[in-house]
């Protein structure tokens, strides 16, 4: 039995990077999965790489930092498949304008908490309600290792990042009651293509790569954590922030 038989998943961000490698793996490992992105046509890709990787996928256009966009993207995924039993906050992202609070724009600050912070706090406003109508269910966020250590001249990233570590904690405690789990995962420096890209473009990011104990990491590292918090192996894991990061919280 593939280990996620029976969930169905609502994905944010999933139609590039890390959502995409988690859409197409959840999608493997037995899950119904609905593909929520703001680029309607890369989720669609997505859901045809998880189509053809033997599962289910509907792709919806969903801005997490719409109240309306996430209510009536949960209900298609509900209509199509029925109660939800997964949700994974993937959504969210820094950008090269992020600094150190007395240099950064203003306007980067107020971008950073809208998708990461407050797009992760809708999505557990109104997906946690429908985990509990399906009798519990396992939330999972995207923190970051700069929630967990120091990281200089990304402090807006770092400020929407450490609240969701913290409202992921909180809500384990609210929720653990009614069977819902909320877990965070913390990457470091992950190789999608926007990040390979920024590598090649500037020699400050790459040398941090040099920095992680078993090498940058790749969007599947941070899926298969994904999966094994969704999956039923996880069942007494909540409140955590798991870092995988190739050591760099450590090193």
């Known amino acids: ?45 997505t859901a045809q790489q998880a189509i053809a990787a033997g599962g289910a996928a509907i792709a919806i256009r969903t801005d ?13 995924a509900m209509d199509k498949y029925g109660p939800l039993t997964v949700l994974y906050n993937n959504a969210g992202g820094s950008t090269q304008i992020d600094d150190t609070a007395v240099n950064v724009p203003l306007e980067e600050f107020w971008r ?24 519990g269910g396992s939330v999972i966020n995207m923190a970051s290792n700069v929630a967990l250590m120091g990281f200089p001249g990304r402090d807006c990233y770092t400020a929407a990042k450490g609240g969701i570590a913290a409202i992921t904690r909180s809500l384990a405690v609210s929720y653990a009651p009614r069977k819902v789990r909320v877990n965070a995962i913390a990457p470091s420096v992950t190789l999608t293509p926007r990040v390979v890209a920024l590598i090649a473009a500037n020699p400050t990011v790459a ?24 999956s039923d192996e996880a069942r007494i894991t909540t409140g955590q922030v798991i870092p995988v990061d190739s050591g760099i919280t450590i090193s």
């Open 112 to 135: 950073a908490i809208k998708l990461d912070l407050y797009g992760t706090f809708l999505g557990c406003r109104f997906g946690i309600p429908e985990l509990i109508k399906a009798g």
């Open 207 to 230: 040398r941090i790569g040099e920095q992680h104990l078993l090498g940058l990491g790749e969007p599947m590292d941070i899926a298969y954590m994904a999966v094994y918090l969704a």
């Open 64 to 76: 997490v930092t719409e109240p309306d966009d996430w209510q009536r993207s949960l209900r298609v």
């Open 1 to 45: 039995m593939a280990r996620l038989d029976g969930k169905v998943a609502f994905i944010t961000g999933g139609g590039s990077g890390i959502g995409r490698a988690a859409s197409v793996l959840f999608a493997r490992e037995g899950a119904k999965v609905v593909i929520a992105d703001i680029d309607l046509p890369a989720a669609e890709q």
